[in-house]
């Protein structure tokens, strides 16, 4: 499971507020954002799925988890193609390693 890595975005930007106001940031968006992936494949909706996965891909891109990245980007390319074939397979997965990701990240903002 991915785990939020300060270092990471340390090393990226240098500045540990804005570390921390990226850390906010994901855990009061991202599982919303995730919802939506979620919603999209439920309803079998792929322009749904397509802006929901593509919106999510953004805002965890910088986090260092390449696969969840992933993930989302083949559910974005999956909508974008209208082939929602394995989204439900993939949603549970994707959600899980955001879930921790967020979980990680809550538990680093609260130990500052």
């Not at 322009?47 to 986090?63: D, E, M, P, Y």
Request: aromatic residues 4%; contains cysteine; charged residues 25%.
């Amino acid at each position: 499971m991915p785990t939020f890595d300060p270092r990471v975005l340390l090393d990226e930007y240098g500045d540990e507020t804005l570390v921390r106001d990226l850390a906010k940031l994901l855990v009061e968006t991202v599982p919303v954002q995730v919802d939506a992936v979620r919603s999209a494949v439920d309803a079998r909706d792929g322009s749904a799925l397509r802006a929901a996965a593509h919106k999510l891909r953004g805002s965890i891109v910088s986090f260092g988890v390449p696969d969840t990245v992933d993930a989302a980007r083949r559910l974005e390319a999956m909508g974008a193609c209208g082939d929602l074939g394995g989204a439900d397979t993939l949603v549970p997965q994707l959600a899980a390693d955001v879930h921790s990701l967020c979980t990680s990240a809550k538990a680093w903002l609260d130990s500052r």
